[in-house]
């Protein structure tokens, strides 16, 4: 079977990172996979196998921005009339109207199937009036989670699947801490993470445990404000900003509490890597993705959007019950065995064969 991914670029991201996770394990399956790139080939940040293709489809040397699309559109159809993929996954997206423009009229079966990595509700009404019309001419369409898909109507739902992301299977569990209590957060600094709450959660939590320290890792247009905001609260030697790292995994397990502020999600990557590594997590209960991961009390915690006041609370049970804490993490971990690569994989390319009618006329 011949798979291809249409994706704008495999600089950090979370869908850049799982097109990364499933280009590796599908080549390790006997498939295989080209990657198609439509804004930057330059910045790679995750390792790829190199049996996996990479195709430069970017044109950044061309100014005008219509005229860059024209030409992406026609090296598409180039490419699928020269390559013969079964399936194009068109993983962010604002990138289907692209693959379905330049397979139209072509001979070769190609199969078109999108994904919506985000929270429906924060894509712009300018995209979606573009996008939406494309909806019905795909072949499929992949959901990371169920209240993802039921913002849509029925047509699209009958023709889709629902498939979580690749929780990370290198994270050893380990013994909850007595000495130190630093909590962590990751994420990229802007608005929709919303750290905001958890600066003044922290405000919160210092006039309990003075000691402990909050540790951001992450870049983003909203630095500059969340320092003057950490300041302002008289917290700021009590929070420190990492900026961006390659292997976040390794600075996890530094970790006993991990928090998760979003205000809407797609499928939060960040919160699936923190509860495999084996952290207590504190999350608020955005749309989408925290309630699928999430049991509140069980294995985490799920406290509502932007309230300080709760998220601090549920911390601080956190720190002052080891028990509990420990209970937590040793429940998190079990995340892996849900979205285990495996698992993820194979539910990837069933759904490819289903869409390609039973693998008929696949190269396999």
């Not at 009390?297 to 549920?314: H, K």
Request: aromatic share 8%.
């Amino acid at each position: 079977m011949k798979i291809a991914f249409v994706i704008f670029s495999l600089r950090g991201g979370g869908a850049e990172r799982m097109v990364s996770r499933l280009s590796n394990a599908f080549v390790n399956k006997g498939v295989s996979v080209d990657i198609l790139l439509l804004f930057d080939s330059t910045n790679i940040s995750y390792d790829i196998d190199e049996r996996v293709s990479i195709h430069d489809f970017c044109y950044g040397d061309i100014k005008g921005k219509q005229v860059r699309k024209l030409v992406q559109i026609l090296a598409i159809r180039k490419y699928i009339k020269n390559n013969h993929p079964d399936v194009v996954f068109c993983y962010i997206i604002t990138t289907l109207p692209f693959a379905i423009i330049a397979n139209i009229g072509l001979g070769h079966s190609c199969k078109i199937i999108g994904s919506q990595r985000t929270n429906p509700g924060n894509i712009p009404w300018h995209y979606r009036a573009i996008v939406n019309p494309f909806l019905r001419m795909c072949d499929g369409f992949v959901f990371q989670t169920k209240g993802a898909r039921d913002c849509y109507p029925e047509w699209l739902k009958r023709k889709s699947v629902v498939i979580g992301n690749i929780a990370p299977d290198n994270c050893g569990i380990h013994e909850a801490n007595i000495d130190q209590m630093d909590i962590c957060s990751v994420g990229r600094l802007h608005e929709d993470k919303d750290f905001e709450t958890v600066i003044k959660a922290m405000a919160r939590i210092l006039r309990n445990k003075p000691e402990v320290k909050l540790h951001i890792y992450g870049e983003g247009p909203r630095k500059t404000a969340l320092i003057t905001l950490a300041e302002m609260l008289n917290v700021k030697d009590n929070i420190i900003f990492e900026g961006f790292v390659t292997n976040i995994s390794e600075e996890l397990n530094k970790y006993d509490i991990f928090v998760f502020s979003s205000k809407a999600e797609g499928m939060p990557n960040a919160l699936i890597e923190a509860m495999a590594g084996g952290l207590a997590c504190v999350a608020t209960d955005c749309r989408f993705g925290p309630s699928d991961l999430i049991q509140d009390g069980y294995n985490g915690y799920l406290v509502p959007v932007s309230n300080d006041v709760i998220m601090a609370d549920r911390i601080l049970e956190l720190i002052n019950n080891k028990e509990m804490r420990m209970k937590i993490m040793q429940e998190a971990r079990k995340i892996t065995e849900i979205y285990s690569e495996d698992k993820i994989v194979d539910d990837y390319l069933m759904y490819a064969r289903e869409i390609y009618k039973e693998g008929k006329d696949m190269k396999i």
